[in-house]
């Protein structure tokens, strides 16, 4: 496999990096982001639900601890849309694609679409350029080894609208216990908020 291989993904170094942020280090996740001048993103484990500053997130928390049971994952085959109604506009379904090579976006909210750059349902990661989509991957890759739900805030890169990203990952498995989709809540603060916050 080459190193670089589509859109400047290096997956050596994306793949290391997310092995250092599952165990807990975010120094190559923030090199990432700096070595481009953007600022960092802050990222929490196993978050509370008072760590999550969004109802539609402490909601979406609450759901999938519900659905553990005796520590093992919620099923991805146990998600009831309906359930889910109290984020859905604010949600992404994504699965995991080739042992996690790969992530592809199977239901992308429409409050998402809105304020981003259109519907990536369908899309994988590594069809997107950029940092963001490195960023994504090294979460979603970090979040395939430890997994556990992860939190993240960050601000977009290349982009004038300034808006903070809130995202809270919930990994679901099969019925062997993979991991094979994640459920992720997504919302941005309005343009005002987030120049108002550090």
């Known amino acids: 496999m080459a190193a670089v291989e589509q859109n400047g993904f290096d997956f050596g170094i994306l793949n290391a990096a997310a092995v250092d942020l599952s165990g807990g280090d975010q120094h190559a996740l923030d090199k990432l982001f700096l070595g481009d001048g953007n600022q960092p993103p802050t990222v929490k484990w196993e978050p509370s639900v008072d760590d999550l500053p969004r109802d539609g ?44 090579r790969d992530f592809r976006y199977r239901l992308y909210g429409s409050a998402i679409a809105f304020i981003s750059s259109g519907d990536k349902t369908g899309h994988s990661v590594i069809d997107f350029e950029g940092i963001a989509a490195q960023f994504f991957y090294i979460v979603y890759r970090a979040a395939l080894i430890r997994q556990r739900p992860i939190y993240t805030h960050h601000y977009p890169t290349g982009t004038s609208n300034f808006r903070r990203w809130h995202r809270l990952l919930l990994p679901l498995a099969d019925k062997s216990g993979n991991v094979v989709r994640y459920l992720i809540g997504c919302y941005a603060d309005p343009k005002s908020e987030t120049l108002n916050k550090p």
């Open 57 to 100: 997130l402490r909601f979406l928390l609450t759901y999938w601890q519900g659905k553990e049971t005796d520590g093992a994952l919620p099923l991805a085959d146990d998600l009831d849309p309906i359930d889910l109604r109290p984020a859905l506009g604010n949600i992404m379904l994504v699965d995991v694609l080739d042992d996690g």
